[in-house]
């Protein structure tokens, strides 16, 4: 069973940053893909940002410029450093590994970041 840990979320003023780290029970390289999204309260969980063990990166539109996916092979870790942050950015976010397979996805438990105005 894989396991996902998140940390590093909390509160922080808009315009601040913070940087969420996810640690991957086993090799990075075993993923198709390494990802983080996020839920607000009363929204659907969203994309935002991806990363390949080749660091092929992918983003949502709404975090571009401010958001920025990482990764270290050797801490099994993937990071997202979110700067200029918004009311908008609170959610809960999740970090999620995608099988080579494409058929199995495993979740961490999330992180609350909370942006107040």
């Known amino acids: 069973q894989v396991q996902l840990v998140e940390s590093g979320g909390g509160l922080v003023q808009a315009g601040g940053s913070l940087r969420l780290s996810c640690v991957y029970s086993?090799?990075?390289?075993?993923?198709?893909?390494m990802g983080w999204y996020r839920q607000a309260p009363g929204k659907q969980r969203e994309l935002v940002a991806t990363?390949?063990?080749?660091?092929?990166?992918n983003y949502a539109d709404s975090v571009k410029g401010r958001f920025t996916i990482s990764r270290d092979s050797a801490k099994k870790t993937v990071y997202l450093q979110m700067n200029t942050l918004k009311p908008e950015d609170t959610a809960v976010y999740y970090c999620?590994?995608?099988?080579?397979?494409?058929?199995?996805?495993?979740w961490g438990q999330g992180t609350q970041v909370t942006v107040s105005s």
């Open positions: 999620k590994a995608s099988d080579p397979s494409g058929v199995n996805d495993y």
């Open positions: 086993r090799s990075i390289f075993s993923f198709r893909a």
């Open positions: 990363i390949t063990p080749g660091l092929s990166t």
